[in-house]
């Protein structure tokens, strides 16, 4: 079975994948900083009722930009 990639040329390949890559962190990104921004709303609401639940905001975003990965070579 062939994949649609085979037909790349390498740089192509290489294209794709930075794409492909930059694509990723963006939505990463978007995301923490859509879970950042519930804070005021939340705030708000009276929802934030310790600091506990403004680092944990904080550690969900920095999770979407995963920033406590480890990466296996």
Known sequence: MTSWT?????DQKAYVMDLII?????????I???IE???PVWEKLGYVKS??????FKVSAAI??????KVNT
């Open 6 to 10: 085979d037909d790349l040329t390498d």
């Open 37 to 39: 921004a519930t804070v």
């Open 51 to 56: 600091r506990r639940t403004r680092a944990a």
């Open 22 to 30: 930059t694509t990723v962190k963006e939505i990463r990104e978007q």
């Open 32 to 34: 923490a900083l859509d």
């Open 64 to 69: 979407a930009r995963g920033q406590n990965e």
